[in-house]
């Protein structure tokens, strides 16, 4: 956790809200602004602030503690932010639904989102019409999460069929594969706005597994008893941060700052303390591959 606390905002923003909210029509350059970089050749939506929508409830990537954000996500863009010269002063975190978080940034109400978000797939070429999106920054998997109490015999999707259920977060990755892989299969999928909530039902009992991100739902499951991940499922996903689409100057500037991250080591550190005991990827450690535009995955 940062040892230092920030000025942000916690905003709940459902799809309504998303539609509806009010945030600056005019874009203001960054560099009219007190306390920003005067460098700076980009716009954002509050002069001298970069505003971050987030989820703010998806460990370990971000969620609040004491009234801070905090994970990985958070301080890679922290980290990020500084190279452009703005302080965790000048970076506003703004709660948002996932489902309709594309729409959010590309409608103006933040200049970025930092939620774990896939970029490549189909759903990420789908996501990319509506965003657009920086380098890769994070390689992910789903898994299959269980209750041991309930089903200590269930170890594999191959094993759920008819009268099971599997919870997913709506407009993610494992909501879509488990439609396409689960679904035909008899297996009933049921959505939830938080990924944290699906746990919770399977806690309860009330669904017979959950297809969430891998590295999430081993960080989840920690805090509840008896729910356990018990498959990994290989979808070679990779993480990237997401704009609106006329950010042109403001991704450049982005792709420039996370490859000063990655190539002094800033990466590594923070990769390390969320993360322990598992190797930075290459292409993330400094003069790797992770710099190719995730805006042209398929």
């Known amino acids: 956790m940062r040892g230092f606390k920030i000025r942000w905002m916690f905003v709940a923003l459902s799809a309504i809200a998303v539609t509806g909210a009010s945030c600056s ?10 306390g920003s970089p005067s460098s700076a ?9 970069l505003t971050v ?9 971000e969620s609040v503690k004491n009234g801070t954000p905090i994970g990985f996500d958070v301080e890679l863009f922290d980290a990020i932010a500084a190279k452009l010269g703005y302080d965790q002063d000048h970076v506003k975190w703004v709660k948002a639904n996932f489902n ?42 789903q898994s299959l999460a269980v209750n041991t109490a309930k089903s200590p015999d269930i170890t594999s ?25 689960l679904q035909p299969n008899g ?24 297809i969430n991100d891998e590295p999430a739902s081993f960080a989840i499951a920690a805090t509840m008893t008896d729910v356990k991940v018990v498959q990994p499922i290989v979808t070679n996903e990779s993480y990237a941060f997401a704009f609106a689409p006329t950010s042109t100057a403001l991704v450049s500037a982005w792709d420039d700052a996370m490859k000063q991250v990655m190539d002094d080591g800033e990466y590594a550190t923070i990769f390390a303390k969320y993360f322990p005991g598992t190797p930075v990827p290459q292409k993330y450690s400094g003069g790797g591959s992770g710099s190719a535009s995730a805006s042209a995955s398929t």
């Open 25 to 34: 029509n005019g874009s203001s350059s960054a560099s009219s602004a007190a």
């Open 53 to 61: 929508g987030s989820c703010l409830d998806y460990p370990p990537f």
């Open 100 to 141: 309709t978080i594309f729409t959010a940034v590309a409608e103006g109400q933040f200049d970025a989102v930092a939620a774990a978000v896939t970029a490549t797939g189909a759903t990420g070429a789908k996501r990319a019409q509506t965003v657009a999106f920086s380098s890769f920054y994070y390689d992910s998997a």
């Open 187 to 210: 297996v009933a999928v049921k959505s939830y706005t938080s990924a944290t909530d699906a746990f919770r039902d399977l806690s309860a009992g009330n669904v017979t597994g959950v």
């Open 157 to 181: 999707t191959d094993q759920l069929g008819s009268g099971d259920s599997v919870g997913v977060q709506k407009g993610t990755t494992g909501e879509q594969w488990a439609i396409d892989h």
């Open 41 to 49: 050749a980009f716009e954002t939506i509050h002069p001298g602030v």
